[in-house]
C-alpha cells in the first residue's frame, strides 16, 4: 500500500516539477518578450526623435536665412534704412502659404516635397553665397538687386518647406497624443536652428565673409537634404485620381475658411489678432539695422547677443508664459502678459536716446541687457496669443484655423513693418520705438471686450 502511495506521491512530484519548469519558461519567455518590446519601443522612439528633429532645424534654418540673414548682410554692405524695411515683405509667403498648401496633399507625396523643396533652397542659398563672395568693384552692377531677388523667390520656396514639413509630421504621427509628446523636439530644434543661423552663420561672416556665413548655410542644409534622401521614413504611398478627390478637397478648404469667419464676434477678434504684436513687430522689424548701424555693434558682437543672448530670451519667454497660463488661466494672465510685452517696448529708448558704446563693457553690457528682456517679455507675449490662437480653432480644422489665425497675425506687422525705414530715415529711430508702443493701444483696448475661451477641465 505504502509503495503504490510512494508511486502516485512520485509521480503527482514529476507532474508538478514540470508545471514549475513550463510556468518559469514562460515567465521567462514573457519577461524576454517585454524587454523586446521595450527595446523596439526605445528604438521607434528614437528614430522619430531623430526626424522630428532633424526635419524642424531645417525648417527653422532657411526662415532665418531669409528673414534675418538677409537683414543682416544688406545692414553690413551699406544699404540704406528705407530699402532694409522693405525686407520685412520677404514675410508675406508665410502669411499666405495656406493658399497654396492644398496642393501639397493633392500632388505627389509630403517626403517628396519635402525633399525636392529642399534641393531648391540649398541651390538657392549656394547662389546667394557666390553672389555675395564677389568683390563690390566687380561687373555685376545690379548684383544686390539679383540678390534681393533670390531671397524673394527664395522665401517662397522656405514658406513652402514650412508647410511640407508640418504635413509630413501630421502623416509621421497619427494620433494627437503622439504629435504632442513630440512637440518640445519641435520647438527645440527649430530655437537650435535660429541659435545656429545668429550666432554661427553671422559670426562665420563676421570672422571671414559673406560668401562663407551663406555658404555654411548651404553647406548645412546639404547635409541634412542627404541624410533626408537616404534615412527619412515613408510614411504615404503616391497619390491617383487626383482630378477625382479635388471637388472634395475644395469643398474642405470651404468650409475651414467659412466656420473660422463664422465665429462670434469675429471682427473684433480679427482686429485683436492682427494688432496684438503689432507694436512689439515694428519694434523688430529695424532691429538689426539700429544695433549694427545706430549703436555700431560689431557682426561678432550681433552673433552673441542676437544669437544667445536674445534667443535664449525668447525661449525663456514663451515657457516661462505658457507655464503661467496653463497654472493661473487665459483670463487672469493675459493682462500682466500683455503689459510686460508692451511696456519693453519704452526701454529701447534708453538705447536710441542714450547711444550705449558697444567697445565699452557697460554699453555693450546694457545693449545685451536690453535685448534680453525684450526677447523675453516678446516671448511671454506670444505664448499668450499661441495659446488663444489654439482655443479659436474648430476641433475639425484645426491645422486649417491656426494656419488662418497666425497669418492674419502677422499680416499688419509685415506690412506696416515694411515701411519702418521710411519711418527711420524722416523720423529716427526713437519715433518709429514711439510708434511701435502707441501701435499696442488698440489690442489694449480691444482686451476689454474680447471673449476669451478657457480649456475645459
Known amino acids: 500500500m505504502f509503495d503504490n502511495q510512494s508511486t502516485e506521491f512520485s509521480g503527482n512530484s514529476g507532474s508538478l516539477k514540470t508545471d514549475y519548469e513550463m510556468l518559469t519558461n514562460r515567465m521567462h519567455e514573457d519577461s524576454k518578450s517585454e524587454t523586446m518590446t521595450r527595446y523596439l519601443s526605445s528604438c521607434h522612439s528614437f528614430k522619430t526623435s531623430l526626424w522630428v528633429s532633424s526635419t524642424y532645424f531645417t525648417e527653422g534654418l532657411p526662415y ?6 538677409s537683414s543682416v548682410y544688406f545692414t553690413d554692405i551699406g544699404v540704406r534704412e528705407a530699402y532694409l524695411g522693405f525686407l520685412n515683405f520677404l514675410g508675406l509667403p508665410w502669411n499666405f502659404k495656406f493658399l497654396w498648401a492644398p496642393f501639397l496633399d493633392i500632388f505627389g507625396t509630403k517626403r517628396r516635397w519635402l525633399i525636392q523643396i529642399q534641393l531648391a533652397i ?4 549656394l547662389t546667394i553665397a557666390i553672389l555675395a563672395g564677389i568683390d563690390h568693384s566687380s561687373v555685376i552692377p545690379f548684383r544686390s538687386s539679383l540678390i534681393a531677388f533670390l531671397f524673394s523667390a527664395l522665401a517662397f520656396i522656405a514658406a513652402t518647406n514650412d508647410v511640407a514639413i508640418d504635413a509630413y509630421y501630421m502623416e509621421g504621427l497619427k494620433s494627437q497624443a503622439e504629435q504632442a509628446s513630440y512637440t518640445g523636439h519641435r520647438v527645440m530644434a527649430y530655437r537650435i536652428a535660429v541659435i545656429y543661423a545668429r550666432s554661427v552663420l553671422v559670426g ?19 547635409i541634412f537634404l542627404l ?16 482630378r477625382d478627390r479635388w471637388p472634395a478637397i475644395r469643398q474642405k ?3 475651414s475658411f467659412l466656420t473660422y469667419f463664422k465665429q462670434e464676434r469675429v471682427v473684433l477678434i480679427l482686429a485683436f489678432v492682427a494688432t496684438y504684436k503689432l507694436g ?19 557682426k561678432t ?3 552673441w ?8 530670451g525668447a525661449i525663456a519667454g514663451t515657457w516661462l508664459g505658457a507655464w503661467w497660463i496653463g497654472k493661473r488661466g487665459l483670463k487672469k494672465t493675459i493682462w500682466p502678459l500683455t503689459l510686460l510685452m508692451n511696456i519693453n517696448i519704452l526701454a529701447y529708448l534708453i538705447l536710441s536716446e542714450g547711444k550705449p558704446s558697444p567697445s565699452e563693457t557697460s554699453g555693450i553690457t546694457l545693449i545685451a541687457i536690453v535685448h534680453a528682456y525684450e526677447n523675453i517679455a516678446s516671448g511671454l507675449g506670444s505664448a499668450a496669443l499661441m495659446i488663444y490662437l489654439m482655443r479659436l480653432c474648430s476641433p475639425q480644422f484645426k491645422a486649417a484655423h491656426f494656419a488662418i489665425g497666425s497669418a492674419i497675425m502677422s499680416l499688419g506687422s509685415t506690412f506696416i513693418g515694411g515701411f519702418g525705414g521710411i519711418i527711420v530715415e524722416k523720423l529716427g529711430y526713437t519715433n518709429l520705438f514711439l510708434i511701435g508702443f502707441a501701435s499696442t493701444i488698440p489690442s489694449m483696448v480691444l482686451l476689454f471686450w474680447l471673449p476669451l475661451k478657457e480649456k475645459p477641465a
Open 64 to 69: 532665418m536665412i531669409t528673414r534675418i540673414l
Open 122 to 125: 540649398t541651390l538657392f542659398v
Open 204 to 222: 562665420i561672416a563676421g570672422v571671414a565673409n559673406w560668401f562663407y556665413g551663406f555658404g555654411a548655410g548651404a553647406l548645412t542644409m546639404l
Open 227 to 242: 541624410l533626408h534622401h537616404l534615412l527619412l521614413p515613408r510614411f504615404e504611398a503616391e497619390r491617383t485620381g487626383t
Open 253 to 255: 478648404l470651404t468650409d
Open 280 to 298: 512689439d513687430e515694428i519694434l523688430f522689424s529695424m532691429n538689426t539695422p539700429f544695433l549694427l548701424r545706430e549703436l555700431g555693434i560689431a
Open 301 to 303: 558682437q550681433l552673433a
Open 305 to 312: 547677443i542676437a544669437g544667445f543672448v536674445g534667443s535664449f
